[in-house]
């Protein structure tokens, strides 16, 4: 494969090579990671960056109609938008439950618009990974906006928080006692709460859930990337596309006070530090997992312990022997190898 | 250090040894961990073993007053109890908030007796590492049964249940509707439920709780691990002593049973073998922890990826290449190190 080709592809705008791309960064393999690294690398030499806007929201809260309405004004005013969705739990489906485009039929025809569904992941950090480096091509491909969708399990939303500018929570219409059920952790992540469904007969619900959850945004302490008025509690209508403007005005304002503050920066430097930081740690995972000199002896290694004829520390340190760093090389001095 | 030294002042049972091995196998220092591993191969050619019961219950439900009671009867059977506590949330105060040895004052004072608080650790993972490590340590100074106790808080059931050979969880006494309030998923580790305070005014309550859990454990999926009537819950008494005789009993009858089946081997194999690639695992990720070359590197192409000079993955593959795997260093081939 011709990385710097297939770069130059992505960065033209080209949809099949973006496709592939991301395929190529999803990909488990020890040499398309080193592909991926390159071609990634290549890539950013653009130097384009899209806004990463994060979406959580738990099933039935209107998210695919929220996704369409939204990506579809958001291409109304000339921009491009890319929708990757991060789930988790495909692990155990073995395929996105939320990439299905037919849930986003006008957008998906949109020729302004990308929609990508979750890659098919067996482990949490994998999904992490993958799910990054999917949005930096798409910024490399010259998206506008970037819009990074999760359904609202566990850890996902801390995730998707990770790799996003800012976050937008999702919520239908409820019962004031309904509040307690969203976690604060999920809550202090947000920037923006959004109330759906704010039409026909939901609207006074919708309206008194706004008011409630203006009132619990109230209580969590003030954090220092927001701006007055932020995190917000408002109402929209997917179905009806109102509120959905003043969304974006919303966005925009809090995105530009940010850049101007230095926080979006700071929040983007801090952000590729801690992905690099866990990029490392998987490649040193991934060194036992890949068929080889290292997994033969540590198989081997494993069925003594099982045994009982070593310890669980003994045998890992003669293992992890094995694994050598550059204080280890340098020790050994040239011709040890 | 003399490990042979320390490794025969452990197994011929030496409180002092038995204490300064543990504190070395707690230690995170490279170093130590090499030569804990030594020790701990070195004392596992003992093959002595234990009893390793593990033991969750919530704050309140009388842990401290069950153990001791439930230890004295052993001690008073002649045997000798080694008690160590897992506690996660330690690494937020910086101690131990079960080890306290006046919870336990008379166990404490019983010459059969060990009481080992929680190590304080940074890393849920270097709990579990080094709980194992001292457990494996008390088997080898000779204690017959070693209790392993945490609080009921997320994954430190799981993580003490893979270490132990069965589980027991305690209960207080409670309305039926808290029944909900156990996660499916800690039943399901328990071998025996006990009821506490089955004694005075909340004896009946503890008898009507103990029969709903009964009720409870016959809709969970048989494990191939246990004969007839297992799971099992029962009630006890820790502060009148009543009771726990009778749970000695049970917890004799099932273990004999498993030995007899196969299952206490099998278990013991996996779990060891589970445990030394949990070992290996954290011991490929300390490399980037332990102060060197290679931190030095990854500190320094972190900056570069958070001033945007570099991709991430791009960045990790680079650093990721001065790990050397034996496959690798044969590709090198001699005299190139």
Redesign the interface.
Same mark, same amino acid.
């Given at each position: 494969m011709d990385i710097i080709e297939l770069g130059d592809d992505v960065i033209s705008g080209t949809r099949r090579a973006l496709a592939r791309a991301i395929t190529l960064?999803e990909s488990q393999r020890a040499d398309h990671?080193?592909q /991926?690294?390159?071609l990634? &690398?290549y890539v950013?030499q653009a %130097?384009r960056q899209a806004l990463r806007i994060g979406l959580s929201g738990t099933p039935g809260v209107g998210k695919s109609t929220f996704i369409e309405s939204f990506g579809l004004m958001l291409t109304g005013l000339g921009l491009r938008v890319a929708v990757l969705a991060v789930d988790p739990s495909s692990r155990r489906s073995g395929g996105s439950i939320l990439g299905d485009k037919t849930r986003m039929d006008r957008l998906s025809r949109d020729p302004n618009a990308y929609i990508r569904p979750s890659p098919s992941q067996t482990k949490l950090g994998g999904v992490a990974?993958r799910s990054?480096?999917a949005v930096?091509l798409c910024e490399a491909a010259g998206f506008d906006v970037v819009l990074i969708e999760t359904v609202g399990v566990g850890q996902s939303e801390t995730m998707v928080a990770e790799m996003s500018d800012l976050f937008l929570l999702l919520l239908a219409p409820a019962g004031g006692d309904e509040l307690q059920g969203i976690k604060r952790g999920i809550m202090e992540i947000a920037d923006i709460i959004l109330v759906n469904k704010a039409d026909g007969d939901l609207k006074p619900a919708a309206m008194r859930t706004c008011a409630d959850y203006t009132g619990a945004l109230r209580l969590l302490r003030k954090r220092k990337r927001d701006p007055d008025g932020f995190p917000r509690a408002m109402t929209v209508s997917a179905l009806e596309d109102s509120g959905l403007d003043q969304v974006w005005a919303d966005i925009q304002a809090l995105i530009s006070w940010r850049r101007d503050q230095g926080y979006w920066d700071m929040q983007? *430097? $801090?952000q590729?530090?801690s992905?690099?930081? $866990? $990029?490392?740690?998987q490649?040193? =995972?991934a060194?036992?997992e890949t068929p +080889?000199? =290292?997994r033969d002896?540590?198989l081997q290694?494993? &069925?003594e312990? *099982?045994? %009982?004829q070593?310890?669980?520390?003994?045998? *890992? /340190? @003669? =293992?992890?022997e =094995?694994? @050598? !760093?550059? &204080?280890e090389?340098?020790d050994? +001095?040239? %011709? !040890? *190898?």
């Open positions: 960064v990671r080193v /991926a690294g390159q990634l &690398d950013g %130097g990974q990054r480096d930096a983007r *430097a $801090e590729a530090r992905w690099f930081v $866990e $990029e490392v740690r490649g040193l =995972l060194q036992i +080889g000199l =290292l002896r540590m290694l494993g &069925d312990v *099982a045994r %009982g070593s310890s669980a520390a003994g045998a *890992a /340190a @003669k =293992l992890l =094995l694994v @050598k !760093t550059p &204080d090389s340098l050994a +001095g040239p %011709g !040890t *190898a």
